[in-house]
């Protein structure tokens, strides 16, 4: 039998490389996983031996002990795999395949699939709609930062690259294609960002780096990006953003010295519910993000909410945040007539045409987000980094592929 050797969550800021057993078509038992999922048949998946498979600030909430996760519970959502073997209901994936895995569980059969809801798929997770890889509450599918992972419904989830010596290129920006590339996007596009547009971006961390990409992409004017860390700020500004530092104070009078105006037209959070509030001793206040970005979006305008919020936080500032209630100021929404988009983002709604645009250069998202390969065993010290606010994204290497 192959060996597989993953990355666990052990506690509150501990992973480990453990060894578990190499994927069958089964949902076994095991940490997280729902009991109504143990023994379900995935006559349709795939086994992928991993290309590359990141870690994502989604992961960070769980390492620092601020969900549910219970210990042993193998990470990783954002995968990228060469197929090497596939179930018996598997038609059109081959072995040999180059794939990109949305981080989105989706069964395709379902009506909110059929409607590219993908993010919110009713059939894979006994506990609510919508399901992840290695993640908490998701219906307990076994993560990715494995040296092998299994990928149900094959044929509906995975996106084969056209090209596989191109695709092995390029594969550090495909990388990106699994979530963050496509959420940041998201987040981007359900704030109205087209071509023209003012954007305040808050969190510049790999995915208010994806959303600000994107936001350019999309032909965005002007694009600001919000922090607390300085070297985070200094990588958005290495491909053309304008930043806020907000150890200083609120945005609002920073984008006034920008665009002449305290306001944007499009306001995309990418920062979730461990947000802090503003000035150089800033403490956990997880509603300021989107209290700040109703303040300074135009009325008539949009958020876009990609970053993570939970029902279920046990280091929230208080028995309301515990619960994933936060103050927002709804009337201010109101009172400007503002939209709001939250939830996963449907990767399957933009992998394909974010794609293409890797393939034929006019994305350079790796470099944006400055990705890192490391290997696997170097995971729990790109935890530690990451979590000290490292502006990089550490991508994992389980298997070789990445020089």
């Not at 919000?226 to 150890?247: W, Y």
């Not at 956990?284 to 135009?298: D, G, H, K, R, Y």
Request: net charge negative; aromatic share 6%.
């Amino acid at each position: 039998m192959t060996g597989n050797k993953a990355v666990a969550y052990k506690g509150p800021g501990k992973v480990e490389l453990i060894d578990i057993d190499y994927p069958t078509f089964e949902l076994k038992d095991g940490p997280g996983v729902n009991p109504a999922n143990v023994g379900r048949q995935v006559r349709h998946g795939a086994i992928l031996k991993t290309v590359a498979t990141n870690i994502c600030g989604s992961d960070q909430h769980m390492v620092r002990g601020r969900t549910t996760a219970p210990s042993d519970l193998v990470l990783g959502h954002e995968i990228t795999g060469e197929v090497v073997e596939v179930g018996p209901d598997v038609e059109f994936i081959k072995v040999g395949d180059l794939c990109s895995v949305p981080f989105n569980i989706a069964c395709g059969r379902c009506r909110n699939c059929k409607e590219r809801k993908t993010g919110i798929c009713l059939n894979v997770n006994p506990d609510r709609p919508g399901s992840a890889y290695g993640y908490v509450d998701m219906g307990g599918w076994v993560g990715g930062q494995a040296n092998y992972v299994l990928v149900p419904y094959a044929d509906w989830n995975l996106l084969k690259f056209p090209d596989k010596d191109q695709a092995l290129e390029k594969i550090l920006d495909l990388a990106m294609l699994s979530d963050i590339f496509p959420t940041g996007f998201h987040g981007a596009v359900s704030a109205g960002v087209g071509v023209g547009s003012t954007v305040y971006i808050a969190g510049a961390g790999p995915v208010g780096l994806a959303a600000a990409t994107s936001a350019q992409l999309l032909g965005a004017a002007v694009v600001i990006v919000g922090d607390l860390n300085a070297d985070r700020l200094a990588q958005a500004r290495s491909f053309g953003c304008e930043t806020v530092d907000l150890t200083e104070g609120g945005p609002a009078e920073q984008i006034e010295q920008i665009l002449g105006v305290p306001e944007v037209d499009a306001g995309v959070d990418a920062v979730g519910f461990e947000a802090k509030g503003h000035g150089h001793d800033a403490k956990e206040a997880p509603a300021t993000v989107l209290n700040s970005l109703m303040e300074i979006t135009a009325a008539g305008g949009a958020l876009g909410i990609p970053g993570l919020y939970v029902t279920g936080d046990p280091g929230g500032v208080d028995e309301a945040a515990k619960k994933g209630a936060l103050s927002i100021s709804l009337g201010t929404g109101w009172a400007k007539s503002l939209s709001f988009t939250t939830g996963q983002c449907p990767v399957m709604k933009y992998n394909r045409q974010l794609m293409m645009a890797i393939l034929h250069d006019k994305v350079h998202i790796a470099k944006n987000v400055n990705a890192k390969a490391i290997t696997l065993e170097e995971a729990p010290k790109g935890y530690a980094e990451f979590d000290a606010g490292a502006a990089t994204k550490y991508v994992l290497n389980p298997n070789g592929y990445l020089s």
